[in-house]
């Protein structure tokens, strides 16, 4: 734990507390859901905040860091092209003959605002007003 | 692609000459490109100071949006020059997918974030590329390419959003334009020193010259602080549109879940900070407003009836 925090019944700042996970504890990471994170710590599980626990987050790729939980949805779409495509490396960006006559076609597909507005209405897509955030 | 003409002595002295971002004790061309980087970003915030007041009220009036009403009409036309030639470049790397379904829905989800940026009157256009490399391309001026080996690990709408939201916010920042800008003026300068031997470079030739310079970033990349800035800026613009803002986190994972030596994976990972760095970045980021809106669409799986 990164901080002292308050392990709680649901990913809510609101919700019920379950028990104390104190500053430096090692904790066991279950299962990300948006900015929380459901950990194990001592004999309790409950929900903390992401950042809690980021920073004491391997960067490497070791079991447990935060970067290796599953979304909770893994393994649905995980498509591995079947096509005779190739990959982009570096290598062949450097040596790309530019292709004008494709940005001609990009430029086509272009789409207007009330299209997208019009798909946003049915995808019931909900607009906030949200400020920048702070680095 | 020739980046910088001339030698690196010839380089230094016409950074002499002109005088501009020269630091005394720098010793090499990419220690004096960032003090310059640095210098402009100090003299950004000095600039945009005093903040507005409280941050509920700056939704819709950012310092972005106060950026982008003082660029002038010919550098956005430049910018856009620029971005077309860079496009195309890419596009000469990796074709169009020619799949009319996904172009369609990527311009749809592109343009429904694109409307709530501060840059809607770009000319903004989105493409998938046919590549099973996992990536996504900004081009000044508002042309975002998206890797159908990208597209295809992508589970849900919200998840495409926060993508093209990360290159729209790079756009939106001209962090490719800038970085450009700045590197020409420094080959800029070498030309004067060499005018003499090779004479004036047409309008044509600085196009080039640019355009080449574009595409070297887009092989090179960006600093990681424009990367952890196009980070935070698409959970905004995602959430503001109406999407997951936590939708980022998804593809991070999935992108740290996967080997850092797949060669899928080669140019992004040699081009951007480490997922689980990035991952740390936007959580630590994130206040109580975009955490609030950690919430799944409902649009969020119109993605898997984008036939075929």
Not at chain 1, 85 to 94: I, K, N, V, Y
Request: aromatic share 4%.
């Amino acid at each position: 734990m990164k901080t002292d925090d308050t392990l709680r019944m649901e990913p809510s700042p609101t919700s019920a507390a379950v028990a104390a996970a104190p500053k430096n504890s090692r904790v066991e990471l279950l299962e990300r859901k948006g900015f929380w994170m459901k950990i194990k710590s001592g004999g309790a599980a409950g929900w903390v905040k992401l950042t809690a626990v980021a920073a004491d987050a391997p960067a490497s790729q070791g079991a447990g860091s935060l970067s290796n939980l599953a979304s909770g949805r893994s393994g649905t779409g995980n498509i591995v092209s079947a096509s005779g495509t190739r990959g982009l490396s570096e290598a062949d960006l450097r040596a790309a003959r530019p292709d004008a006559e494709a940005v001609k076609q990009v430029k086509k597909l272009a789409v207007s605002s009330s299209d997208s507005a019009q798909f946003s209405s049915e995808g019931r897509l909900q607009a906030r007003k949200l400020a920048y955030l702070k680095r | 692609m020739t980046m910088v003409r001339g030698s690196g002595l010839l380089r230094i002295g016409a950074l002499l000459a002109l005088g501009a971002v020269v630091d005394a004790g720098a010793q090499s061309l990419d220690d004096l490109l960032k003090g310059a980087l640095q210098r402009g970003k100090a003299a950004e915030s000095l600039l945009n100071l005093p903040k507005k007041a409280p941050e509920a009220a700056a939704t819709q009036d950012s310092d972005l949006a106060r950026q982008v009403r003082a660029f002038s009409p010919q550098s956005v036309t430049e910018e856009i020059q620029i971005g077309e030639g860079v496009a195309a470049t890419v596009l000469g790397a990796a074709p169009l997918w020619a799949n009319a379904s996904v172009q369609r829905y990527v311009n749809l989800v592109g343009r429904s974030v694109v409307e709530q940026s501060e840059r809607r009157d770009l000319p903004w256009s989105f493409a998938a590329i046919d590549t099973t490399s996992i990536n996504a391309f900004a081009a000044p001026g508002g042309i975002v390419l998206i890797t159908r080996g990208l597209y295809e690990i992508l589970e849900t709408e919200d998840e495409l959003a926060a993508v093209l939201a990360h290159e729209i916010a790079h756009v939106n920042r001209r962090h490719h334009f800038n970085v450009i800008k700045q590197q020409s003026a420094v080959d800029a300068g070498a030309s004067i020193v060499g005018r003499n031997l090779r004479g004036a470079a047409t309008e044509r030739e600085v196009m080039g010259a640019l355009v080449s310079k574009g595409a070297e970033i887009m092989a090179r990349g960006l600093d990681k602080g424009a990367e952890f800035e196009a980070d935070a800026d698409a959970m905004v613009l995602a959430a503001r549109a109406g999407y997951d803002s936590s939708a980022l986190l998804n593809v991070l994972e999935r992108l740290a879940a996967r080997s850092a030596q797949h060669s899928s994976l080669e140019l992004l990972f040699k081009t951007h900070p480490a997922p689980a760095d990035r991952i740390r970045e936007v959580s630590a980021v994130a206040n109580e407003p975009i955490i609030a809106a950690a919430v799944s669409s409902e649009a969020a799986d119109r993605i898997k009836r984008v036939g075929p």
